[in-house]
Structure formats: structure tokens, C-alpha cells
């Protein structure tokens, strides 16, 4: 590049500088010209949008502080508070006035203008503060109130001086910085000119000595670069742009070298590979992977279509040769089967295309070999886990719904019967939750083996999920009638088991449901043989039931007062009733029981039957914070009428003792009704604490926290001594079915006596349900007894028939003394 050019680039470089010098003084004369007018306008605005904000944020502050003074009308308390704002904001005055706008204090002794009626402004109504303009200045008023309620009003008078001292200081300081730009301006100005010329002088020299030489160098490199020798290298260059560049490319040369070697090797690892042929050679061009796919040494000696076609099976040779030479139009691939050199047989799947010439002759084909054994292989493990159960081996709820679906279609055309046999392992939880999972496992893979011994090759035995099973049978008759081949499945699974080193015991619940009697179609079949399966629970375990009409209304029923039951949740229809607990000794009431009820009179439901569909279906935790709260309510009540001292019981089922958030849920509604732990009484039943360690855990920390804790039903269950001591039990409430044959059966005498004195001795209350005449009471007495609860005393009713009855001294309905308690 000559001198010339240099100069030309450099000329046009100092003029392209100077002119955007200039452009650029220019725009920041003219900008900073205009900002002096802008700062001071925009920092008053500032000044006043702020000083805004923050009486607002005040007022608030300062109708919280000054109530206290202002509803016991202490005028000392009230000027120390309006010394305080004087001494913070600075106002020209403080007036403090009541709810009617009457003057309070102004903040000095005298008040001379004392009850003086002073303008309210209308917006006051609906906001907290209200600013207006006032002369030379500006006036903020704002409500003394508190949580709602406002007993009177404060207005601040601002003065504009301190705003105006503070704006005429800003101008002097602009000013002044102004002057000082414009002596830098003019002064950066004149030594950037001179620095532009001097540096495109030396641009014009560097450019004719130092590009010439590089870029001719560079241009010989991209020759050699582009002819495929990528050894050529670049000299060492200075540390500037040309030179660096340099070292890219020489650089991109290396890195294009290590990508080839790369590719080679992530070809060999992919077990991936290219050919080519060409009609006019003799031999293929094979890459790296084709000769590792093939067993071969990587350039031992040429490769022939021949010697490649040699490695393929005989069945496959003619379409891998018509595949390398090209015989096709478009782009093929096909699977083919290969016998490596060291005898092993993989699957390879080869692609190719062809190039040809515009009259049709073939100039080269080429393509790639690919091994695919490994993914053939995964492909049908793949295949496998997706039908067949993992644990057990047998099929999985996909393959059987397939064969059960083929099953039901040839059945249907050749007039035939098929039965489902849904399975369910009776226990298997308890045993997997105390053993352990492995032990589980264990259990699930004997059980599945025992099973697939009683059936025939032509049935379809399959695991669904968790421990259960299903089982088809086809085209049956004597002796494989479903009957037959449920008894035959209970009894091998009755047998013992030895797992752990100890023999374990389960039975089995079983549902049989026939197609076509039963249902016509695959989803309905399984629907029907699952009812019958908790038919067949229900009957006791340990024994099969065929599904009937009758079931299927009972599940229809079941379903259809769910879906009654949601929307009585999300209508809040659900609602409690409370009847009273009083000590057997003197009646004296101690406290009462919240009952969920759900419908009125004649539409309403009997617990029995909603309460166990809302402990299935998980609804039941959805009415625990309105048990609580209406709980709480009617003791607050009861305190209303000098009832003090009281407690109230909620019953919680083992799903709402399960929640996670209890406590916080029980402590906040605690806290919201002023309402003491010990007031709150929680009764659960023996199992509920046998459920899981959640359960456990949540009932520790209740009696922890002070509320008390009834075992409800007590007798019925699983009684265990061991949590009456761990959970610092209150209370034992004795089950009405005791109850109920106290005076006719002498061992039911017999458990209610031994309740009482387990009571006694462990020091908390014995609670007697379902007490419904003068004898019974009597006898409970005589057994030391603690408290009652009964249609004796009071069936269970509203909070405001509750609040009659306590009015009326605590009298019982006899109208219901007879009548047995459904709460």
C-alpha cells in the first residue's frame, strides 16, 4: 500500500474526527445550555412531588401517634406531640381538632382559638390525607384514626421559604459550574484538535509500513489454506489487530486439524462411518468408523466392493451391493447384518446417495454406516419395560389392557365368555410399612410366582400397581369356572410365606366380573371387577365376590353423594352442631362437642353415611379450619352468657390429624378467638395414632402445646397403653355401644368398669357417649365416671338452641330421652 493511499486515509480520518468533534461541542454546549433552566425546574418539581410523598407517608405515622392523646383529650400529651412535629417538619402552625372539625390545641398554653370550627375538607371522607394550596404556601390535613375508627382530624400549615432558599441556592451553584464549563469546553477543545491531527499524521506513517507486508503474507496463507494444507503457518506477527489476526488464523488451521482427528474418533466411538465409490475405481474410500464396524485395522489394505460384501450375510448381499453401487435415484437406507473379523454378527444400518451427471450417468455414490446392535438392543429392552412389570415380570397394566382388549373382540365374534379376576393383597401395607420395602418386594415377587403356577397358558396374569393383580381367563369351563379358579388363587396365597426368616400371612380380596354379562366393553369390565373387589373387602377379606347390579348402584351412590358432598363444601352447606358434656356427680356443664351435620329436616344426611365418603375422598381436611372456627365461636358465645371456663371437642379422623399445617392452622384460629389451648379438646380415635409417624407427631405436639387429647371410641380398637403414657392422653371417652347394654350385659358392665378405673389410676377424665336414661346414669356414678354426654342430657343442636338450653338452666328434651343418638 503506498504512501499516498496513507495519506488520503489519513486526511479522511482527520477530517471525519474533526467533524465529529465539533458535532459533538456543539450538541453539548447546546444540551448543557439548556440543562441550567431544566435542573432548576425539574429539581423543584422534584422538591415539591417529594416533599408530597412524604407528608402523606407521615400522616399516617402521625395519626397513629397522636390517637392515644387525642381519645383521653390530653392537651399536655397533644402539644408534646405537636412540639415534636415542629421541631421534625418545620410548620408554620399545628392545629389539632375533634370529629366535628372543632379546634383542639394549636400547641401553646393559652389555645386562645380553643372550640373554634375550622373547615374539614370533603375528600377527608374516603382518604387518609388531603394536601391543599395555600397562601404562600401549602396546608395538609389527615385523620387520626385507628383501625377504622377516626375521632378527629390535624392540619399542617407550610410556609414556601425554605423551597425558594433552597432553589435561589441551586441557581447560584449552576451558575457558577456553568462558567467553569465553558473555560474547560473551549480549552479540551483546542488540545483535541491538535491531538487529531498529530495522531492521523502517525496513522498515515504506520498504515504505509505496516500493512503491505501482513495482508500479502495472509493472502499466500488462505491460498494454502484453501488447496488443503493446513501445515502452513503464519509468521509470528507484531501484537496489534493484523497480528492477532494472524495467530487466529494459524489458530483455526490447528483447530481445523484436531477437529479431523476429532470426528475420526467420534466416528470410531459412535460406532458411525462414510464411504464413497466412484464407478471408475476399483476400491472404496472407507473412513475410520467403517473399518472399526468391520473389525479392520484402519488402512491394513484396500477395501473392494467385494471384500466389504464378503462381511454381509448372504440374505442381505444383494441389496448392500445394489445400496454401494448406486443402482437407485433417490436417497436409501436399509438395515443389513454384518459378520465382523472377529465372528461377531452386528446390525448396521447404511445410508447412501448418488451424484450424477445431467444425462443420467452415475459419477459417484456415497453414504455412511452406522452399528445399531446396541440400540436394537435397547430398543427391545425399551420394549420390554414398557410392557411387562419390572418387579415381577409379569405383564404391566399396558399389555394387559391390549391382550384384554384382543381377548374381548375375538370373544365377541365367536360368542364366548371372558372373566376378570381383580386381585388385591389384603395387609400387604402393614407388612411393607413394618418389614421394610425389600421385604415388600419380596413378598409381591413370591405372591406373583404363586399365581402364575395356578393358571393356564392361555390366561393373562398382570400386575396393575402396588399389590395389585389381575388375571384373564378365556373360553372357560369346568374346571377352570371363575369360582373355581378364585379359590384356588386364595389358597395358595393363604399359605405361609417365608420371608425375613420368619413366616409372614396374607389373604386376598377378589372381584370376578364376565364379559358380556357384566359389561360390553374393556374400561367398563374393570370398573365392575374393582367393585366387586371391595365387595369382596367388605365381606372380611380373604374371600372373592362376582359383581351384581346391586353393587353398582351401591357405587353409583357412593359416587353421586361425593360429588353432592363437593359441592356442599364449596356452598358451605356443611355446618356443626354441639351437644353438652356435664359432670355424672352434679350435671354441672364442662364442656360441649362440635358435630358436622350436613342438610336441614328432611333433606338431611345421616353422619354415618357422609362422614366416611369425606374421609375416603380426603375431603374431611377441608372442614378443619371451619370446625375449629365454629368451635371457637360457640365458647366465645357461651362466655358471652357467663358460661366461662369451657371446652370444646372437634373429633379429627387420621387424614386431618395427617395434615402438615395443623398446628399453625389450630394455633391461628386460637389466637383470632382469644381462645386457650386447654379450652380445646381434640378427640381421635386408638387407630388414627396407629396410621403413620405424621399422625404421631402431630398429636405430640398438641398436648405439647397445651390442647387436650381424647381417644375416642375407646375399646374399640387398637387399645395400646404405651400412647396413653407417650401422648399425655386427657381423656377416655367409653364407645355407646358399651353403653348402650350397660345394664343388660354383664361384660359390656365389666369394660366400662375397667375404662373407669384406667382412668382413675392414669389421673384424667372418663367420658361415657350415648347415655339415654336415669339407670344408666345411675350405674356410671356408681362407677366413678367422670363425665356424660347423651340424649339424657341434651341431643346435639344449634349454637342458638344451645344458648336457650343453657338459659333455661340446662334442662333435657325428654321428648328425646328415649331416642337414640345419632351425633
Known amino acids: 500500500m503506498s504512501t499516498k493511499y496513507a495519506l488520503v486515509i489519513a486526511a479522511v480520518l482527520l477530517l471525519c474526527m474533526a467533524l465529529v468533534l465539533m458535532l459533538a461541542g ?31 407517608a407521615s400522616s399516617t405515622y402521625l395519626g397513629q401517634r397522636l390517637f392515644d392523646p387525642l381519645y383521653n383529650l390530653d392537651v399536655t400529651a397533644l402539644n408534646a406531640e405537636i412540639a415534636l412535629i415542629s421541631d421534625w417538619l418545620q410548620p408554620r402552625s399545628v392545629f389539632i381538632l375533634d370529629d366535628q372539625g372543632r379546634l383542639v390545641t394549636d400547641g401553646t398554653p393559652a389555645n386562645p382559638d380553643h372550640g373554634r370550627k375550622e373547615r374539614i375538607p370533603e375528600a377527608l371522607a374516603q382518604q387518609q ?59 479540551i477543545g483546542a488540545v483535541g484538535f491538535a491531538v487529531v491531527v498529530l495522531v492521523s499524521l502517525g496513522v498515515a506513517w504506520r498504515l504505509s509500513i505496516s500493512l503491505s507486508r501482513p495482508l500479502r503474507e495472509m493472502s499466500r496463507a488462505a491460498e494454502q489454506f484453501a488447496s488443503g494444507n493446513l501445515t502452513h503457518q503464519l509468521p509470528a506477527q507484531a501484537d496489534d489487530e493484523l497480528g492477532r489476526l494472524a495467530s487466529s488464523l494459524n489458530r483455526m488451521a490447528k ?56 462381511r454381509s450375510v448372504p ?23 454384518i459378520l465382523r473379523e472377529d465372528r461377531q454378527m452386528r446390525s448396521v444400518l447404511v445410508k447412501g446417495e448418488s451424484e450424477r451427471s445431467e444425462d443420467g450417468r452415475l459419477i459417484a455414490s456415497f453414504g455412511t454406516i452406522q452399528d445399531i446392535t446396541e440400540q436394537q438392543q435397547a430398543q427391545a429392552q425399551l420394549t420390554r419395560l414398557a410392557n411387562f412389570d419390572v418387579l415381577t415380570g409379569l405383564p404391566n397394566r399396558n399389555l394387559f389392557y391390549d391382550r384384554l382388549r384382543q381377548a374381548l373382540r375375538k370373544a365377541q365374534r365367536e360368542q364366548r365368555q371372558v372373566a376378570l379376576l381383580f386381585l388385591d393383597l389384603d395387609r400387604f401395607k402393614e407388612i411393607n410399612d413394618a418389614l421394610g420395602h425389600d421385604v415388600g418386594d419380596a413378598l409381591l415377587r413370591a405372591a406373583a410366582q404363586r399365581l402364575r403356577e395356578c393358571m393356564r397358558d392361555s390366561d ?10 389381575v388375571l384373564m381367563i378365556e373360553d372357560f369351563s369346568e374346571p377352570t369356572t371363575p369360582s373355581t379358579v378364585a379359590r384356588k388363587l386364595l389358597g395358595v396365597l393363604g399359605a405361609p410365606f417365608s420371608l425375613a426368616e420368619r413366616e409372614l400371612f396374607i389373604s386376598a380380596s377378589v372381584g370376578i366380573a364376565l364379559f358380556p354379562q357384566d359389561a360390553n366393553d374393556l374400561e367398563t369390565l374393570i370398573k365392575h371387577a374393582d367393585i366387586a373387589m371391595y365387595a369382596a373387602k367388605e365381606q372380611g377379606k380373604g374371600a372373592f365376590h362376582f359383581f351384581t347390579s346391586e353393587l353398582q348402584r351401591v357405587a353409583s351412590e357412593r359416587l353421586a353423594l361425593e360429588q353432592q358432598l363437593r359441592q356442599a363444601i364449596e356452598r358451605a352447606e356443611l355446618y356443626f352442631h354441639f351437644q353438652p358434656q356435664v359432670r355424672a356427680a352434679d350435671s354441672r356443664l364442662v364442656g360441649i362437642e362440635a358435630l358436622l351435620r350436613w342438610g336441614r329436616d328432611e333433606t338431611s344426611v345421616s353422619p354415618a353415611r357422609f362422614i366416611p365418603v369425606l374421609e375416603e375422598t380426603g375431603l374431611i381436611t377441608r372442614v378443619t379450619e371451619q370446625a375449629l372456627r365454629e368451635a371457637c365461636t360457640a365458647l366465645k358465645a357461651l362466655e358471652v352468657r357467663g358460661l366461662a371456663d369451657l371446652r370444646v371437642a372437634i373429633n379429627l379422623s387420621a387424614r386431618q390429624l395427617k395434615q402438615p399445617d395443623l398446628l399453625g392452622q389450630i394455633q391461628s384460629v386460637l389466637t383470632t378467638y382469644e381462645v386457650r389451648a386447654k379450652q380445646l379438646e381434640v378427640e381421635i380415635t386408638e387407630s388414627t395414632l396407629l396410621d403413620d409417624a405424621q399422625c404421631q407427631t402431630n398429636a405430640a405436639q398438641l398436648s405439647t402445646h397445651g390442647v387436650r387429647l381424647a381417644i375416642d371410641d375407646f375399646g374399640t380398637g387398637y387399645s395400646s397403653l404405651t400412647y396413653l403414657k407417650r401422648f399425655d392422653v386427657d381423656a377416655l371417652k367409653i364407645d355407646r355401644s358399651f353403653i348402650a347394654d350397660l345394664l343388660l350385659d354383664e361384660d359390656d358392665a365389666q369394660i366400662v368398669g375397667a375404662v373407669i378405673g384406667l382412668a382413675q389410676g392414669l389421673g384424667i377424665d372418663s367420658v361415657a357417649e350415648g347415655v339415654e336414661d336415669l339407670a344408666q346414669r345411675a350405674r356410671l356414678e356408681s362407677l366413678g365416671c367422670d363425665l356424660i354426654q347423651g340424649y339424657l342430657i341434651a341431643r346435639p343442636m344449634s349454637l342458638d338452641e344451645l344458648l336457650t338450653w343453657t338459659g333455661n338452666g340446662g334442662s333435657p328434651d325428654k321428648s328425646d330421652v328415649m331416642a337414640r343418638d345419632q351425633g
Open 26 to 56: 456543539y450538541f453539548v454546549f447546546r444540551g448543557t445550555n439548556d440543562l441550567r433552566g431544566e435542573l432548576s425546574d425539574s429539581f423543584s418539581a422534584f422538591q415539591s412531588v417529594n416533599d408530597l410523598r412524604t407528608l402523606r
Open 315 to 337: 440374505p442381505d448381499r444383494d441389496r448392500f451391493e445394489s445400496l454401494l453401487r448406486g443402482r437407485f435415484e433417490t436417497p436409501v437406507s436399509c438395515e443389513l447384518r
Open 129 to 187: 390525607s388531603v394536601i391543599e394550596p395555600a397562601e404562600d404556601g401549602k396546608r395538609i390535613y389527615f385523620r387520626i384514626v385507628h383501625e377504622g375508627s377516626v375521632i378527629g382530624y390535624a392540619r399542617i400549615a407550610f410556609s414556601n421559604d425554605r423551597q425558594r432558599a433552597l432553589l435561589t441556592e441551586l441557581h447560584k451553584t449552576v451558575e457558577v459550574a456553568w462558567q467553569r464549563f465553558e473555560q474547560w469546553f473551549l480549552s
Open 460 to 469: 393373562t396374569l398382570a400386575r396393575m400397581g402396588g399389590d395389585e393383580f
Open 255 to 310: 483447530d481445523l486439524r484436531r477437529a479431523g482427528r476429532l470426528l475420526m474418533r467420534a466416528q470410531e466411538m459412535a460406532s458411525f462411518g462414510s464411504w464413497e465409490w466412484r464407478p471408475d475405481q476399483e476400491s472404496l474410500h472407507l473412513s475410520h468408523g467403517v473399518y472399526a464396524i468391520l473389525g479392520l485395522v484402519h488402512g491394513s489394505h484396500p477395501c473392494a466392493i467385494a471384500d466389504v460384501l464378503e
